[in-house]
């Protein structure tokens, strides 16, 4: 239960209040719309990616610490973020993928490193000797 709450919920708001920030010192507080419309298409897109990012998280917590399994879950999520973009950028123009956007996915991609992460260590489950309560394998 906490794993999801924690992918589900705090992994695309991190997502979308980094957006945000960005859209924010890139447009002013001029442009509020497209601040808006920046962080929900953020927010919305996230969404499905930090799901399954968490499913992978569950399924490896039993056989990996989560000193380990925090660095791992990070990386699938923005490998994940970046997958997700070139496939709707190659299914709505259907032609090869340009240099300049590939740079734009990797850029997109890497602002789910941290929130995955954090995400993937907040969901451990410690008891109060600071031991984990998960089983050491499955």
């Known amino acids: 239960m906490k794993r999801t709450v924690m992918f589900l919920l705090l992994g695309p708001s991190l997502v979308a209040l980094a957006v945000w920030m960005v859209a924010v010192a890139i447009a002013g507080r001029i442009d509020d719309a497209f ?7 953020s927010f919305l897109l996230t969404l499905p990616v930090s799901a399954i ?7 490896l917590a039993p056989a990996m610490p989560a000193p380990l399994r925090a660095p791992l879950t990070a990386v699938i999520g923005a490998a994940l973020a970046s ?7 190659t299914m709505m123009f259907s032609r090869p993928v340009p240099p300049e956007i590939m740079n734009g996915t990797l850029c997109a991609g890497l ?13 451990n489950a410690i ?11 499955a």
């Open 111 to 123: 602002f789910l490193v941290l929130p995955m992460g954090v995400c993937s260590l907040l969901s």
């Open 35 to 41: 601040v808006a419309l920046c962080t929900t298409a």
């Open 53 to 59: 990012t968490g499913l992978v998280d569950w399924y």
């Open 127 to 137: 008891d109060r000797q600071g031991h984990s309560t998960e089983p050491a394998c």
């Open 83 to 89: 997958g997700l973009f070139l496939t709707l950028f």
